[in-house]
């Protein structure tokens, strides 16, 4: 069974910073793409960035510049650095792993920026 945990969520003033985790435990042989979504209220969920196991990295055009992907292989986790936040950015963050064949979710959390 595998786990995803994340940390990081909150409230930040626009302009702010925050720094999202993810990190997987559990029966993990390798995990081949590790990515964040977001849903804000009302909105279907997307992507906001991946990273492969080589590193390659794809942003959605909204963050592209301010937020910045990455991983820890040896932890079995990724980061997702986020300056320069607007409040078009609040929404509920998402991890999610391909590991094997499968992808697993973390359990969301929420991010807020007040203006």
């Known amino acids: 069974q595998v786990q995803l945990v994340e940390s990081g969520g909150g409230l930040v003033q626009a302009g702010g910073s925050l720094r999202l985790s993810c990190a997987a435990s559990?029966?993990?042989?390798?995990?081949?793409?590790m990515g964040w979504y977001r849903q804000a209220s009302g909105e279907s969920r997307e992507l906001v960035a991946a990273?492969?196991?080589?590193?390659?990295?794809n942003y959605a055009d909204s963050v592209k510049g301010r937020f910045t992907i990455s991983r820890d292989n040896a932890k079995n986790t990724a980061y997702l650095q986020m300056n320069s936040l607007k409040p078009e950015d609040t929404a509920v963050y998402y991890c999610?792993?391909?590991?094997?064949?499968?992808?697993?979710w973390g359990q969301g959390m929420q991010v807020t920026v007040s203006s």
């Open positions: 999610n792993m391909k590991i094997g064949i499968r992808h697993y």
């Open positions: 990273i492969t196991s080589g590193g390659t990295t």
């Open positions: 559990g029966s993990i042989f390798s995990i081949s793409i």
